[in-house]
């Protein structure tokens, strides 16, 4: 019973941030930037397709390196799994504000339940985050303006999915990102 609390108290309030997540967090929303603003112009419809590939793509390859393998040759891993969850919820909210504000047609319901998997990931995050900011005793020291400014995310997050399911339709707006690559390699 002993080693049991020892196990837990060893285990308790490790947060899997650290600095190489936190660099993964800057580089994520670096992508993010330079790939909707810079390298392509997501107001043409086969270039915001091939965009939101390519994110997906970096969302799938965060959440493959969040999985650890059990048995690793590397003595210390970096646990992705904030790395994912803030690519995931960067992608949901990069969906629903392409939908917003350049798909002028009728919102996409798709875009409400981007920003539900938003929502499930914020929690991921906030609960990593309350992890880290946690002292040894397992008594929350987490500042204000970190609690402030989760609960104003998550509540513009739960308002933005309930008007997308509501008041949007059923048409995924991002299309096809092979005619991307078809017109490229045309030279069009």
Known sequence: MEAIEVILEKN????????????????????FLCLSFVAFDITKDDERSFVFTLLLIMCIAYGAGSFKLR?????????????TAFAVICLSWWVALTDIFIVSEQTSRFSGLFLLLSLLFTFVLMIEFIHFFSDKEGKPITPWYFVRTSQI?????????????????????IGDSFEFLSRVMQGH
Do not use: C, E, Q, R
């Open 12 to 31: 308790t309030n490790k947060s899997s941030l650290d600095k190489t997540n936190f660099i993964n967090f800057v580089f994520i929303l670096a992508v």
């Open 71 to 83: 048995y690793s040759n590397f003595l210390k891993t970096t646990d992705y799994t904030p790395s």
């Open 153 to 173: 995310v998550l509540l513009v997050t739960l308002g933005a999915m309930f008007y997308f399911l509501i008041y949007g339709s059923w048409d995924f707006h």
